[in-house]
């Protein structure tokens, strides 16, 4: 293979055609992600322990939370090399890489400290049930020995999206996927392993991951130069960390907001708890579509506009709303009219299902809304500008989603469609943010343009 299958010209062409191309490999390699998570807790389920089921459940709502921190910083990577592609200053796009590694080894070695001294911690705030206590740090503590590989598969990726290849990063996720179905059953089935099995399988995973795709690398050829003396730290680590960063903390409080959502309906009963929870698996398929657009939309804009071509990349953003909107509908309507559908896939509690069914009924419009939300937020990353979208992230969170949750659920007779509906409430608030930004941010180019004419 040679420069062409390594990296993606988005300057031209169909604009629909080529970030339809792009996101498929994307959305594919987050269906593989949302499966991976869910095979550890299937084969526990099936071969291991009931206190092992709580403990990788609970676990691994801490090490989802530390990999989303890191493909969110991951993201200022993919924008600065995309804007570098599209403005043909290849030469840098080395320094970026090298000043990558740089950060996140650093990062790696101190996220590593962290979870295995502040296992116990972590496992204390989530409340993690005395049965599950122990196996749960178990499997914090096992996962966060193995970051460095989780964060290394998150940082190549990154850097693969950013040349306009969605390929490759695909293929990395499926090698991983298959490496921890086989390492979940012959660590948990026939070596009855439990929780450290699962937590074995997932970072072995990601090891032979990182290992192949560096094999297939080595034999491919660059759109760019890179040598060993750019590995270090260097000014183009403070240009995507001041792009990541703000998402990186939307991200954090974000989730956090959904923990505290969590809490809220924990407090109504276990049919409210449990169909949540059941709700909650079903939408984490549901945001698939919405987030391979936002990463999609990201890469495509930055080199767009690193081309000067804000033509395209508004035209690839308004693409993007109307090609998610069309697929919203169609998952709209599920939600709403047969949300027990694919809740049944889950459990076969009848109790439990009809919560989860109320929940997706208010939640139904979120797969519209958020497409829009999303198709905004990929522009603004692409053109570096992440300060709107971690305002827009917490704002929605604390000024609406939360206070709304929280009222719903006091209201007499609460139940969980209008608590559901708080979601997309949000977003309503959303899309009427990022439109004056998006306004606001359209007559500063203008007037940008028009010093630059004189």
């Not at 049930?129 to 964060?151: K, M, N, Q, S």
């Not at 290394?152 to 490759?168: C, D, E, P, Q, T």
Request: charged share 10%.
């Amino acid at each position: 293979m040679g420069e062409k299958t390594l990296s993606g010209d988005f300057t031209q062409g169909s604009i629909a055609k080529k970030l339809i191309r792009f996101m498929v490999p994307i959305l594919g390699a987050l269906v593989l992600q949302a499966m991976y998570g869910a095979v550890d807790l299937l084969v526990v389920g099936q071969f291991g322990t009931n206190a092992g089921i709580s403990a990788v459940s609970t676990g691994s709502n801490v090490i989802n939370l530390v990999t989303f921190v890191i493909s969110a910083l991951t993201m200022g990577v993919t924008v600065l090399i995309g804007r570098y592609l599209g403005e043909n200053k290849k030469e840098r796009i080395g320094k970026v890489i090298g000043g990558t590694i740089a950060f996140f080894a650093v990062f790696a070695l101190v996220l590593m400290v962290l979870l295995l001294i502040f296992a116990p911690q972590f496992a204390s705030w989530l409340n993690a049930p005395e049965a599950a206590y122990d196996l749960t740090v178990t499997y914090i503590r096992i996962c966060g020995g193995g970051i460095l590989f989780v964060i290394a598969y998150n940082v190549i990726s990154g850097i693969f999206r950013g040349l306009g290849n969605s390929k490759l990063p695909l293929i990395f996720v499926a090698i991983a996927c298959a490496i921890n179905i086989i390492g979940d059953l012959v660590f948990v089935a026939l070596f009855h392993m439990d929780v450290a099995g699962a937590a074995l399988a997932t970072i072995l995973a990601q090891l032979v991951s990182v290992v192949m795709s560096l094999v297939i690398i080595k034999r491919q050829s660059l759109p760019f130069h890179f040598r060993k003396k750019d590995i270090g730290f260097n000014s183009e680590i403070k240009n995507f960390v001041r792009t990541g960063f703000p998402i990186a903390l939307q991200e954090v409080l974000t989730n956090l907001s959904f923990l505290i959502l969590c809490a809220i309906i924990n407090g109504i009963s276990l049919e409210a708890s449990s169909g949540y929870g059941i709700a909650q698996k079903v939408v984490s398929f549901v945001m698939l579509i919405p987030s391979s657009l936002m990463q999609s939309m990201s890469a495509f804009v930055a080199q767009n506009v690193g081309a000067g071509r804000e033509d395209r990349a508004k035209k690839a953003m308004k693409t993007g709303m109307a090609f998610g909107v069309c697929i919203g509908v169609f998952v709209m309507l599920i939600s709403y009219f047969r949300g027990d559908v694919p809740s049944a896939l889950f459990t076969s509690n009848p109790d439990f299902i009809a919560k989860s069914a109320e929940y997706l009924r208010g939640f139904s419009a979120e797969a519209i809304l958020t497409c829009i939300v999303f198709s905004y937020i990929g522009y603004f990353n692409g053109h570096g500008k992440t300060m709107p979208v971690m305002v827009q992230g917490i704002s929605a969170s604390f000024l609406f989603r939360v206070p709304l949750s929280y009222l719903f659920s006091i209201q007499p007779g609460a139940n969980l469609v209008t608590i559901g509906a708080a979601v997309p409430l949000a977003s309503v608030y959303g899309i009427l943010f990022f439109s004056v930004c998006y306004l606001v941010f359209q007559k500063g180019l203008k007037k940008e343009n028009s010093n630059r004419e004189w």
